[in-house]
């Protein structure tokens, strides 16, 4: 038997909380009730954490789509690696410390911006804009406003030329590439209090086994999903301080519904996360998917990851009043 029950609702939103509490108990007058058995699940609704784009940084605190945005110029369009559904990808870990893997998608690079004008009229503009001191030995007499121009005849008409141009674009890719952050800081938010009734929170907690107990039978798991709107694959590891509650996911890109694991907790646990938590999620990132673009909404407000949880009680439900 499974019955689904909505006590709690928390919408966590840039560091702060809302509550509602759907049910009043106390007017419930019996001393000893007892819902379910040992085979009864139910399922209690719990936290929403809307994570925005303006939130996601890397180390420098540069905004993280601007800094794939300017990645997607410096890799290639053809990529050497895709994933069981067909997908190509980047493996961010590799671009550090595998030079082979780098030496790859540098010459997939070089031979687009022979064979693709749009391509080459891109890095002629980042360059302009952003490493135009880096070139300009390259081009004596040439001014900034002048640069893009003459580095698209050059690249294109130059053959004598273009190894020294491919020079100095390898060391800024190779750098470039190499900086990007594996490890995403960590996110941080603060939730002050749970407007939760302690009868509740007893009918919860009533008749759970403890740690000590082999099999048990009466328990309490967080479990729910990410909707993960970002171009990448990663794994998310949030802490519910001051409780020890951990767990890791697997996130895929561009996927509404991952799956996160179910974490047991105990008494103790929810009766501290009621009083007020910090959650710290840390986001390691595993495969860029380059060309994708981030989904920024209509008006640039569209959370980039969704993390909703719930509770799962298994065993009857028990509570006096």
């Known amino acids: 038997m499974k019955k689904f029950f909505s006590l709690i609702l928390l919408c966590a939103v840039s560091s702060t909380a809302c509550v509602d509490l759907e049910y009043d108990l106390s007017k419930i007058s019996t001393d000893d009730i007892a819902i379910g058995d040992e085979s009864s699940q139910f399922e209690v609704p719990l936290l929403k954490v809307y994570i925005g784009m303006g939130e996601l940084t890397d180390v420098d ?17 053809q990529l050497p690696d895709k994933d069981e559904n067909g997908n190509y990808f980047v493996s961010l870990s590799r671009l550090a410390d595998d030079n082979e893997y780098v030496d790859g998608l540098l010459s997939g690079l070089f031979n687009q911006l022979l064979s693709d004008s749009e391509r080459l009229d891109q890095m002629a503009s980042l ?7 880096d070139f300009s030995p390259l081009f004596p007499g040439t001014s900034q406003a002048e640069f893009k121009a003459e ?89 519910f301080m001051p409780t020890e509650v951990t767990f890791t996911a697997e996130i895929e890109a561009n996927n509404d519904a991952n799956v996160l694991p179910e974490t047991r907790i105990f008494a103790d646990d929810l009766q501290t996360i009621v009083r007020g938590l910090t959650i710290d999620i840390n986001v390691h990132v595993d495969k860029y998917y380059p060309g994708r673009g981030f989904d920024r909404g209509t008006d640039g407000s569209q959370p980039q990851l969704s993390i909703i949880l719930h509770l799962i009680k298994r065993g009857a439900l028990k509570f006096d009043l």
Do not use: C
């Open 61 to 77: 605190g540069d905004a993280i789509d601007a800094v794939f945005d300017e990645a997607d110029i410096w890799l290639p369009s």
């Open 127 to 133: 360059l302009q804009e952003k490493y135009f001191e």
């Open 151 to 239: 580095f698209i005849d050059q690249y294109a008409n130059n053959e004598q030329k273009r190894p020294q141009l491919n020079g100095k674009l390898e060391e800024l890719a190779r750098g470039y590439l190499a900086k990007l952050d594996v490890d995403l800081p960590p996110i941080s938010y603060n939730v002050d209090r749970v407007e939760l009734s302690d009868d509740v929170v007893d009918m919860l907690i009533e008749n759970l086994d403890g740690k000590e107990v082999a099999e048990p039978k009466n328990t309490l798991h967080m479990a729910g999903t990410i909707d993960n709107r970002l171009p990448f694959s990663a794994t998310a590891t949030p802490l």
